[in-house]
């Protein structure tokens, strides 16, 4: 009997059930996952089945249980953490990948759009012209893949590679305090380990101090650290500040050490022209990193690394001879797609198999091109800088930390309370089960900030507002709690 009647076409039909089904969730009109939990788990919590039930019921499960229980964050009021919801290109670009390129590889036009939206992305950043880049699944595995070169090219310089034959030396990376995390994971798998990562003090911005870290690279001097990169932020996570990147830049040539800035959020922010003059010194770097799943709207997976010298990715990441693949391509002939791998991405960093996400960044530029892009950035920005002018103006708000890029951070203010942390802890947690405006947290020199990133294609100036207007009325509320529990 024939079991295998997996549905392998008739997309036209299908998928527009499923998009009918997607664009009721984007009206955002549904109670939260968790108003009603039980019902969809239990309806969902099926024992493993022996005989498939067909494609129609699955999308009849998918539409009914699945997507009006999946997650607020395409929402244009939810502010939290750096993410967003994909726009609509760039799902449907995706669903082209996946169906007509499955792999990056091969002589194909999505292979040849991988290469051409980095390069477009490049420029579009003012990266430098030798700028060479990679996909990656987001911003850890981009710092992963950039910090590997950094290494790379560290002990090469000793006479080691360090990608064949490990490393026996404890290394020293030099980063803002701010940084992202996934820099000490990426330090660990490296092989250097999280506690090589030193924390160098940042201003009252969160930005770098350069002095800080001249003064800890003067003192490693009379260590056996190896140095392998000193790490600046173009877009700080916390607060999206920008680190002076002229001056670490130099530091770090003037030490012979690789600079690496990360700007998986906030490179884009290059196009708003009041910040750009922030951006000074990217030219300096050996490595940048930017997260087209952030700011530009793609749907997750997407983050790239750049690197001035890519035979350098291919020493640090590249894999022994396979014989699967011996004589199964060639360079000499190019008349099949399959004649040929392509532009060797796997060999540059740590994925074989991946997606074509180069076709989803060339959707997304080409849709609404760089002036589209650019109006989005300035959009947010300004978002950002009118919540801060609306807590400046009222009594009961404080700006905690004003905004560079896109995030702002404020806080309510009430004389009822002594513990304002737990104040606005409390109001943030109120706001989040309430649902219209879901920012995150954050702490700005041990003081709990309510932070609004934006960075949604959809958000614009209402969400905004509606934030602060959401604050007022919850931190209202939650002060008052306080006060008649007291009394
Ligand atoms: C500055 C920075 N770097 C790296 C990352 C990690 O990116 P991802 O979540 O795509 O792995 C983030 C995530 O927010 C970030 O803000």
Not at 476 to 485: G, I, S, T, Y
């Amino acid at each position: 009997m024939n079991t295998d009647k997996a549905e392998c076409g008739h997309l036209t039909e299908f998928s527009a059930q499923l998009a009918r089904q997607l664009d009721a969730y984007l009206t955002f009109q549904h109670p939260d996952a968790m108003q009603q939990p039980d019902t969809w788990r239990q309806a969902l919590a099926q024992p493993m089945p022996e005989d498939g039930i067909g494609i129609q019921a699955v999308l009849a499960e998918l539409g009914e249980w699945v997507i009006p229980n999946g997650s607020p964050i395409p929402n244009p009021g939810c502010t939290a953490f750096i993410t967003t919801g994909a726009t609509t290109i760039g799902a449907l670009a995706t669903l082209a990948g996946s169906v007509a390129a499955p792999q990056r590889l091969g002589l194909t036009a999505f292979n040849f759009l991988e290469e051409l939206s980095l390069d477009w992305m490049a420029r579009m950043f003012g990266l430098p012209e030798e700028m060479k880049g990679l996909y990656s699944s987001g911003g850890s595995v981009a710092n992963l893949v950039a910090l590997g070169a950094a290494r790379q090219a560290a002990f090469e310089a000793l006479g080691i590679d360090p990608a064949r034959d490990g490393i026996a030396r404890p290394c020293r990376l030099y980063a803002s305090a701010e940084c992202h995390h996934s820099v000490q994971r990426a330090a660990a798998v490296l092989g250097m380990g999280r506690r090589s990562v030193c924390g160098i003090d940042t201003d009252q911005q969160g930005r770098m101090c350069p002095a800080a870290l001249r003064r800890q690279l003067m003192a490693d001097q009379q260590t056996n650290l190896l140095p392998v990169a000193v790490i600046a932020n173009a877009g700080s996570t916390n607060r999206g500040a920008i680190d002076p990147l002229r001056e670490i830049g130099e530091t770090a040539a003037a030490y012979g050490i690789w600079f690496h800035v990360d700007g998986a959020y906030g490179l884009p922010g290059i196009l708003d022209p009041r910040v750009l003059p922030l951006y000074d010194g990217l030219d300096l770097a050996d490595s940048v990193i930017v997260d087209p799943h952030k700011w530009l709207g793609a749907p997750v997976g997407i983050g790239a690394t750049y690197v001035k010298d890519r035979e350098l990715l291919n020493r640090a990441f590249t894999q022994e001879a396979a014989t699967y693949l011996e004589g199964a391509c060639t360079n000499d002939v190019a008349a099949h797609s399959m004649d040929n791998l392509g532009i060797p991405y796997a060999d540059m960093g740590v994925e074989l198999s991946a997606p074509s996400r180069g076709a989803v960044v060339w959707a997304l530029i080409r849709e609404i091109g760089v002036a589209g892009l650019r109006e989005r950035i300035i959009r947010h920005n300004t978002l950002a800088r009118h919540v801060a002018e609306r807590a400046d103006a009222h009594p009961n708000l404080e700006v905690v930390s004003a905004p560079t890029l896109s995030i702002c951070g404020i806080r309510y203010l009430s004389d009822r309370w002594r513990d304002l942390n737990e104040l606005n802890r409390r109001i943030h947690r109120r706001m989040v089960q309430r649902g219209r405006a879901i920012p995150s947290t954050t702490l700005v020199n041990g003081t709990l900030a309510i932070r609004p990133c934006f960075v949604g294609a959809r958000t614009t100036l209402k969400e905004a507002d509606e934030l602060v207007d959401e604050v007022l009325a919850v931190g209202q509320e939650v002060a008052q709690m306080n006060d008649e529990a007291a009394g």
